[in-house]
């Protein structure tokens, strides 16, 4: 059974087990502080593809398949696949998953893709809508940069607050299994825009979703920092993280020693050159479908907020001056079902 | 409480009501079958606004109004938004959406979006994760010509197997009301490619996507076309109408007399030069939250299957040689919850 909690949290009084989560990155990511824990690093970045956009569906194929194989289960045994990622019109996903005839639904959340999609599995999976789901997701620095940015033979000088798409993907499949990560609670946010236009920074446009989420988690559940390991945001970085702090604190919540975000996990920022740090839908992905997931069914972590961040914007939006519109989702990932 | 039916099928014992659905549609529209239904008609298909893409978050910001307006309710009253379009990352969406402060669970299912979204929403209302959902889709001539095909100034000849992309918008809001029509069953399609390339030809690599869904809910609920007033596709229009009710009928589902398609409803082709149909998300939902929602709350349809049908390829995986990936989700509409 759902519970509505508060105004913008469910409560999972049955919570859904991760019962299989599989992590893919490529060459920057094998030379990052997570690379130990991520299952498939291919330093080939084409992926034995022609192109980037099919080396980002293979991607996704394989990452899916490896967190299918380390639930023991088959695609037979998926009812539903959610996935989505950063190029128009979701190629990535829809090439990827397209041979798998597990039943599709498409979801675009930009770099929150990992949150939203393990938000609505949890929430399909606890009220008997399905029995299995997994989510998938990824990103490819490639392209990336040339759908957003510039073509990549240019070489455009980087900003220091811009950040480093990273390649790779996670999948989580989740069912009704007694393994830990457990999703205990979902918190899906508003869109929030504070007029940040600057491409160039999306950690500072993405920061005020990411504290307006957690604080309405925290008001609806009568819970603050004190009752997790770990406040985990997606792809905030180093500016994005900074500013996220400051307006937590100014609402009364002091994150320090509490937070980490996947964009400065990723990397190192002392040896790799990532400017602020990593970003995309693969990063969170990446971590969280990794190192996080392993660490709390080892019980080395017991409780974490999983906070997704996406920036919503498109080059045409941005080009014709608009800000940058943003969300954060939600989860609470647990060792524990209750 | 949700129940699995056979594979693909959930069945909503609870069914779900569509309290409040409100369409938009622009001087082609105006000029067709449906405008009589259609809430909102401005044959400036600007829309006020200084883009075509802008002009499109304004087409979902209103009839998102009108959609609330008509259910009694306010922004507050809405837990949930599941909103998605074709524009390149969904920014018909997220700028039309963004100062509702609404949750915000971003779709992408091209033109099944409609279909999608009530699937889901149905499924959360049912399931008491959301009181009150509503669902928005979009799409409009000009951003999805420009974005998909050619510059608008560059005239080129259309196919005569082309759809005409509707300049349209739907939004519903689904609760736990008393007035139909219901959203008795969803069931969620695989994605499905049988190798179509042609862009000119959208129904026809829409079409098996269509008739897999269909299949497949009619073997899951022991089912057939007898046992509805309509069944309802969301844009295959001429040429993929054909093909699918061959597809269907090589199964031994004889569709004569009970299909219909949005994309041959919405325009009168005998009058209007938009060559096989209409397209696009916006078509299906300027249609189903029209005309289809109207006959079934006044009882002149019982049930409906409401197959919405997606193209799920983009410009660039085309130009890269890929065929065209599709997906069909279907729900079940109905003037009675059981």
Same mark, same amino acid.
Request: include cysteine.
């Given at each position: ?21 599989? $992590?893919?990155?490529?060459? !920057?990511?094998?030379?990052?502080? &997570? ?8 330093? +080939? ?13 293979? &991607? ?37 998953? !397209? ?18 999609? *393990? ?9 008997? $809508? ?21 073509? @990549? $033979?240019?070489?455009?000088? !980087? ?14 499949? *989740?069912?009704?299994?007694? &393994? ?10 508003? /869109? ?29 559940? @009568? ?7 770990? /406040? ?5 970085? *180093? ?21 980490? +975000? ?7 920022? +002392? ?58 989702? *939600? ?8």
């Amino acid at each position: 059974m759902s519970t509505r909690q508060g105004k913008y949290t469910v409560k999972l009084d049955n919570a859904p087990s991760i019962v299989g989560f599989a $992590a893919l990155g490529s060459k !920057r990511e094998s030379e990052g502080p &997570m690379a130990q824990y991520i299952d498939i690093l291919n330093a +080939d970045s084409m992926f034995g593809q022609t192109t980037w956009e099919k080396a980002e569906s293979q &991607m996704q194929r394989q990452v899916a398949e490896c967190a299918i194989n380390k639930a023991n289960l088959s695609t037979q045994g998926i009812d539903y696949v959610l996935a989505g990622d950063l190029l128009n019109q979701c190629i990535g996903s829809h090439y990827g998953m !397209r041979e798998m005839d597990i039943p599709f639904i498409g979801l675009y959340g930009a770099c929150s893709t990992l949150a939203e999609g *393990l938000g609505l599995g949890a929430v399909l999976v606890e009220t008997g $809508a399905a029995r299995t789901v997994m989510t998938v997701t990824s990103s490819h620095f490639c392209s990336a940069e040339k759908q957003y940015r510039f073509p @990549l $033979a240019y070489g455009g000088v !980087r900003a220091p607050t811009s950040q480093w798409t990273v390649t790779g993907a996670g999948a989580a499949v *989740l069912g009704k299994g007694s &393994m830990p990560p457990y999703v205990r609670a979902v918190s899906f946010g508003s /869109i929030e825009d504070k007029g940040v236009k600057d491409l160039n920074n999306m950690g500072a446009a993405m920061a005020p979703a990411a504290a307006q989420t957690l604080q309405r988690y925290f008001e609806d559940t @009568l819970t603050n920092q004190d009752n997790y390991d770990l /406040i985990l945001t997606g792809d905030l970085s *180093l500016v994005g993280s900074d500013l996220m702090q400051s307006l937590m604190m100014r609402e009364g919540y002091d994150l320090s020693g509490k937070h980490a +975000d996947c964009g400065l996990m990723i990397y190192d920022r +002392d040896t790799q050159p990532v400017e602020a740090g990593g970003s995309g839908c693969g990063c969170s992905a990446a971590v969280v479908c990794s190192y996080i997931a392993q660490s709390i069914r080892e019980g080395k972590l017991q409780n974490v907020l999983f906070v997704g961040t996406g920036a919503l914007m498109s080059p045409v939006s941005v080009q014709q001056g608009e800000s940058i519109p943003c969300i954060a989702h *939600l989860v609470h990932l647990s060792a524990t079902p209750v």
